[in-house]
């Protein structure tokens, strides 16, 4: 049996995997906190408009349904070991997916993690330290029961 399809609100939306950054309605690069202002931009039509209010981002998660539980993985098959899980009973916010992500990409790198990281760049590292330049957030895409967060 196939699953819902889910709508996502706004700040969100994937516009189409072919589409750069600046088509997206918000820009955030994901190794910086989005509870912070200034850190997640606004854009309509390809134009800067301004940075988003925490509140602004305090909307559902979805459009039509009362998401409760998310698990969203990274788009990068390297990365598919770090599954990020939000559970909220009165329902998520795209600011509980954007704060989930921050938080689980700024764990320090462990065991195994650090000796493949090592190699490339020594000291203390994060896990978002290893996705280099691919930190632009450009949205979810519903896969299955999962989600996958798409990275610029």
Known sequence: MKEE?????WPLVNPAPSMKPKS???QWDIADDPRQYGT???W???AFVGY???EMLVVPASTHVRLTEMRILLDQQDFKCWPIDIKRENGI???DVL????LTLQRPLMGEEVQNALHWRPGIMKRVNLLSARRLFHGLIQDGDTWTALLW
């Open 93 to 95: 916010t795209c600011l």
């Open 5 to 9: 399809a889910i709508a996502l609100n």
């Open 40 to 42: 997640v931009k606004l």
């Open 52 to 54: 988003a209010a925490t």
């Open 44 to 46: 309509y039509r390809s």
């Open 99 to 102: 704060v989930a992500i921050y």
């Open 24 to 26: 997206n309605a918000i």
